[in-house]
């Protein structure tokens, strides 16, 4: 069974700029989340999708989005880059709706660099 | 908000060692999660508490969620080199749904 699958793995952007970040569940999960991990801040949610619907959402401005397919697969859009959105980009999916205590699958990440 | 806080943020200790990390909130949480982050990879489910007082034990691992379901506590008993790794607890709020991450404890084991 395929795990979670991100891309790019890498990315470099300049301030300005705008980015988007590819998401494949695993196989059957309809329940997609994004977090940004940097050093100082830990993981930190930004939006969760179930059955292309935006269940919740995190405190990040709106140059911050997303999406969901009738695939599951998954995107967010990062516009107008800033230098702190510098950052390791996770995705997660799951078998289990939000509110349950299900296990988050987690990609291995799109790092962005914003010079 | 809902936060979880983790303690220490960072710590190193001689293989054979015991540990304990922390994870506080103010919050009372439907469940709580341990996972496990290696360099390059992403974050690995170790174990998911959900009963208030609730302990498991997996090999020299012992999760334990608090009574009034806002902290829990990971025991790591003779720590070994391949313990390494950024230990991060995750709850699911009993309003918000959304599953909320601390900011980890970074555990390095050294040989």
């Known amino acids: 069974k395929a795990g979670v699958t991100q891309t790019p793995r890498y990315l470099i952007k300049t301030r300005g700029q705008q980015v988007t970040l590819s998401c494949s569940p695993i196989s059957g999960h309809r329940s997609v989340s994004w977090y940004q991990q940097t050093p100082g801040q830990g993981l930190q949610f930004l939006f969760e999708?179930?059955?292309?619907?935006?269940?919740n959402k995190g405190n990040f401005p709106g140059r911050f989005s997303g999406r969901q397919f009738s695939n599951s697969r998954s995107e967010m859009n990062v516009s107008t880059l800033e230098l702190g959105d510098s950052a390791l980009y996770l995705c997660?999916?799951?078998?289990?709706?939000?509110?349950?205590?299900?296990?988050?699958?987690f990609g291995e990440g799109s790092r962005l660099t914003v010079l | 908000t809902q936060l979880l806080e983790q303690s220490p943020q960072f710590l190193s200790i001689q293989e054979g060692e015991n540990l304990t990390v922390y994870c506080n909130s103010s919050?009372?949480?439907?469940?709580l999660q341990w996972y496990r982050q290696e360099p390059g990879e992403g974050p690995v489910l170790l174990v998911t508490v959900v009963t208030g007082g609730e302990v498991k034990k997996l090999k020299r691992l012992t999760f334990q969620f608090g009574d009034a379901r806002k902290d829990s506590s990971l025991h790591i008993t003779a720590a070994q080199t391949g313990d390494t790794g950024l230990y991060l607890c995750a709850g699911v709020g009993t309003g918000g749904f959304k599953t909320i991450f601390g900011a980890g404890t970074r555990l390095f084991v050294k040989a």
């Open positions: 919050s009372v949480f439907s469940s």
């Open positions: 999708y179930f059955s292309e619907t935006q269940r």
């Open positions: 997660a999916s799951s078998s289990s709706p939000p509110g349950m205590a299900g296990e988050l699958f």
